[in-house]
């Protein structure tokens, strides 16, 4: 491997982890988040099961087969625990080396923050935040970020294209609206999987995008020292581009980490296939169970809800619907727990923990050694 001139930021805090007033306002927001959250699944229980006996329902889950109930579980675990994977080799790519449980922290935090708040923004900027606050520079955190989120598009577009070719006939029989609801919510994970590729590949598109930035924020004055501005940008983007070369010359690990996002995905849409078995139901593949939850996930992705909570139970109702039969609301109730609420617990937990423990020093202590 290839040696680099790659400087590092000096060690010192990012400001983000040093001023109380932003850590309260960042609070309160993740709470009327959290709120809101609990107001839209309660909201969406009560439409889905008005008209259905609970007890029939717990009468049904109570039959469940533990062991792919486990299964299940397993899979969104092993989901989880490939995306923290993907993290490290998009930082190894720039010469960092992160210890699994660091890993794993970052990958929980992303998970939490995704499923409260609408379209899954919060995930990536504390991400993003708890890199910072751990000492890693700005410029390279937005490599390994930059980096996870090509190789994540990339998944979301392979798998939903190859899920819409196999089921169409059967989506349109269903209902054929909701394929408009997918082109569009494909053509969204499209252009931002193109923008990125454009901002990673292209030193011009993130030097424009960045100054076109600073020059609007003057002309309404809410940047007042443009030189200033302009200073730090062109030594952010300084080691941005360093930190790009190195990526180029690491395309083993970029390769290893776009296979790893698309498997990562498909322990995602196993769950649905595992519930299916939890209730002792045959007739279907796991193809099918995989085509039509990659087809689902594309869908419900351009509703600006935390977690899709909503438009991905009552998307699960309705195309999972002819599989499940009179299992659909239990079967729902269950895999949503199993891929959703049950993980958002867990990862708060963690997340937690993240968020209180003392900062760790990624600068000096995790250099990745070169030959």
Known sequence: METSSYKERPDTEPEAAEEPAKKKGSAKKYVLSGAFLAVL?????????????????????KTVRLPFVYAGMLSILAYISVQAFIIGMAAACIHIKLKPWEMLQYSFAGFFYSGVTPSSTGGQPMQVYHMCRDRLSASKTTLVMFVTNITYQFAVVLIGVIAFCFKLNYIASIHGGIIAVFIIGLSINLGMLL????????????????????????????????????????KYLEEFEEGVKLIKANRGRFLITLLASILQFLFYHAVPYFVYKAFGLTGYTFIDFLSISAFLYVAVSMFPLPGAVGAAESGFVLLFGPL?????????????????????????????????RKPYNLTKEHKLKVK
């Open 41 to 61: 699944m309660a909201v969406t229980f009560y439409i889905i099961f008005r008209d259905t006996s609970i007890d029939e329902v717990w009468s049904l889950l």
């Open 195 to 234: 923008f990125l590729a454009g901002v990673l590949f292209s030193e011009n598109t993130l030097k424009k995008a960045l100054r076109g930035i600073v020059s609007f924020l003057c002309r309404i004055r809410i940047i007042k020292k443009p030189e200033k501005a302009l200073r730090i940008i062109n």
């Open 324 to 356: 499940f039969g009179k299992m659909i609301l239990p079967a729902m109730l269950l895999s949503r727990f199993i891929s959703y609420y049950t993980m958002l617990l867990l990862s708060g937990v963690i997340s937690a923990f993240a968020q209180l």
